[in-house]
T-cell receptor, first 111, second 116 residues
């Protein structure tokens, strides 16, 4: 079992829809959680960072962590074609060298 | 890309040849990482460095070596390239190794390597 599991998609939604992206993790020691966005043929860029449980909001993006169920979510409101990318979740604990990445979900927003 | 460059950006080589990929940063961050990204596997850590001349192995280190003689440069070497090392290689940097936001990683643009 992978330590961080993510549905690879692809996921296709119409412009303006609310998008929900999800990951599960197995290591209860994980304390911090990240979402990266990766455009085609580019490096991943940090989108959201969350420490422990709870929600974090940044503009149209909301990251949610439920440690009781080991579930990580990213919500995108009012989705735009420019949001079309692969989204990678990542989890880790005290050592940055121990960050584990999900395999990524490919998202396409239809105009 | 947070002051990170990778060279070359694309490379095609033949099985058995040595290959060196370079990562250069202008952020003066202490920690540097090499990952490979393959379909279905996501990003997997090859090696990382926690300072000049200080390196350690990651999840998929077999067949790879690294060196860091200056803070700004981290080299990844494939001593004898194999077709299974065809991949996209990403360098990343972080300010610290703590669990705080300073430990989050920032990625370079990647090197696409094909081993024939």
């Amino acid at each position: 079992q992978k330590e961080v599991e993510q549905d690879p998609g692809p996921l296709s939604v119409p412009e303006g829809a609310i998008v929900s992206l999800n990951c599960t993790y197995s290591n209860s020691a994980f304390q911090y959680f990240m979402w990266y966005r990766q455009y085609s043929r580019k490096g991943p860029e940090l989108l959201m960072y969350t420490y422990s449980s709870g929600n974090k909001e940044d503009g149209r993006f909301t990251a949610q962590v439920d440690k009781s169920s080991k579930y990580i979510s990213l919500f995108i409101r009012d989705s735009q074609p420019s949001d079309s990318a692969t989204y990678l979740c990542a989890s880790g604990y005290s050592s940055a060298s121990k960050i584990i990445f999900g395999s990524g979900t490919r998202l396409s927003i239809r105009p | 890309d947070a002051g990170i460059t990778q060279s070359p950006r694309h490379k095609v080589t033949e099985t058995g040849t040595p290959v060196t990929l370079r990562c250069h940063q202008t952020e003066n961050h202490r920690y540097m990482y090499w990952y490979r990204q393959d379909p279905g596997h996501g990003l997997r850590l090859i090696h990382y460095s926690y300072g000049v001349k200080d390196t350690d192995k990651g999840e998929v280190s077999d067949g790879y070596s690294v060196s860091r003689s200056k803070t700004e440069d981290f080299l990844l070497t494939l001593e004898s390239a194999t077709s299974s090392q065809t991949s996209v290689y990403f360098c990343a940097i972080s300010e610290s190794e703590s669990g705080g936001q300073g430990g989050t990683q920032y990625f370079g643009p990647g090197t696409r390597l094909t081993v024939l």
